[in-house]
């Protein structure tokens, strides 16, 4: 079992490109989540998903798109890279609200 | 407004004593608090659970306490080990239904 598989591991973006962050997982979970961390801070929720075909903004949401179309794939998707959204992203499951398995992480920087 | 608060960035501890890390929480609403271990380049990884109906919750070297009076918990590590440097970051929800508010973290460094 792989668990969260996030993929790139790291990424250099341009001002105004797009990109996809994939995260899969396969422990048959139906809650999916996409965190951020900026340095010396925590994880700032971005969107999160209950099931298939459902999405939910969460605490930082603008600039950023998701979507869920099966229970193991929820990819997060910018449109726009600004240098406000250098960051590390966090894909993470869990069976309900309860304790969330974490992928290893995107390092993003947007120049 | 951080309803999650770790008010210490950092901690130092000898290999060997008791690390104590502390969390404070605004959200009299939430319920269920969680301990996450990070280390560099990796994920964060679940450690330990407390729900508001204990208040207190041991697994092995550590222990976490709740006083919701207080709208505090704090994680005990004992004994502390080299290995167990890393940043702890507390976590609560409301009745497991709403997702998980992080606070910032705390960067324990274990001194051999």
């Known amino acids: 079992n792989a668990g969260v598989t996030q993929t790139p591991k790291f990424r250099i973006l341009k001002i105004g490109q797009s990109m996809t962050l994939q995260c899969a997982q396969d422990?048959?979970?139906?809650?999916m989540y996409w965190y951020r961390q900026d340095p010396g801070m925590g994880l700032k929720l971005i969107y999160y998903?209950?099931?298939?075909?459902?999405?939910d903004k969460g605490e930082v949401p603008n600039g950023y798109n998701v979507s869920r179309s099966t229970t193991e794939d929820f990819p997060l998707r910018l449109e726009l890279a600004a240098p406000s959204q250098t960051s590390v992203y966090f894909c993470?499951?869990?069976?309900?609200?309860?304790?969330?398995?974490f992928g290893q992480g995107t390092r993003l920087t947007v120049v | 407004d951080q309803q999650v608060k770790q008010n210490s960035p950092s901690l130092s501890v000898q290999e060997g004593r008791i690390s104590i890390l502390n969390c404070d929480y605004t959200?009299?609403?939430?319920?269920?608090f969680l301990w996450y271990k990070k280390y560099p380049a990796e994920g964060p990884t679940f450690l330990i659970s407390?729900?508001?109906?204990?208040d207190k919750n041991e697994d092995g070297r550590f222990t976490v306490f709740l006083n919701k009076s207080a709208k505090h918990l704090s994680l005990h590590i004992v004994p502390s080990q080299p290995g167990d440097s890393a940043v702890y970051f507390c976590?609560?929800?409301?009745?497991?239904?709403?997702?998980?508010?992080f606070g910032k973290g705390t960067r324990l460094s274990v001194i051999a």
């Open positions: 976590a609560a929800s409301i009745s497991g239904n709403t997702p998980l508010v």
């Open positions: 959200n009299s609403m939430f319920d269920y």
């Open positions: 422990m048959n979970h139906n809650y």
């Open positions: 407390i729900s508001s109906i204990k």
């Open positions: 993470a499951t869990s069976y309900l609200n309860t304790e969330a398995f």
């Open positions: 998903s209950v099931g298939a075909g459902i999405t």
